[in-house]
Structure formats: structure tokens, C-alpha cells
């Protein structure tokens, strides 16, 4: 990426611009997608376990009928 106020070309993960010290916006950005992640792996998870809960459930009730 390169920075919006020199145009000096910096790295990915650089929080300031190496030329002239500009605060890089897009950690801010990259963090947000992150909390996304993580609150599409909780979504994930939180299915996983009702499902798992269901199937238990179904295998008791059929093992006391
Ligand atoms: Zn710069």
C-alpha cells in the first residue's frame, strides 16, 4: 500500500509511514474485519454446539425408548 499523504510505498502491517510518519488508517480497518471473524467463529461455534446438543438429545431418547 502506499501513503495517502507522501505516496511513499510501505508495508502491509505498518501502522505509520516509514517516509513521513503518517498515522496508516488501515489498521484500524483490518481490525475491524478481525472482530468479524472472530464473531462469525462464535456464530459457528454456538451452531456447532446446539446441533451437537440435538443430536445428543435424539440418541437419549432413542436409547430409552
Ligand atoms: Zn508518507
Redesign the pocket.
Known sequence: MF??????E?TDDSAF??????ILNDTKQQLNSNEKVQGGMQLLVMIASIILIIVGAVSFIGTCS
Not at 501513503?3 to 511513499?8: D, E, L, N, R
Not at 509511514?17 to 503518517?22: A, S, V
Request: with cysteine.
Open positions: 501513503c495517502k499523504k507522501c505516496g511513499a510501505t509511514c516509514p517516509k513521513c510518519g503518517q
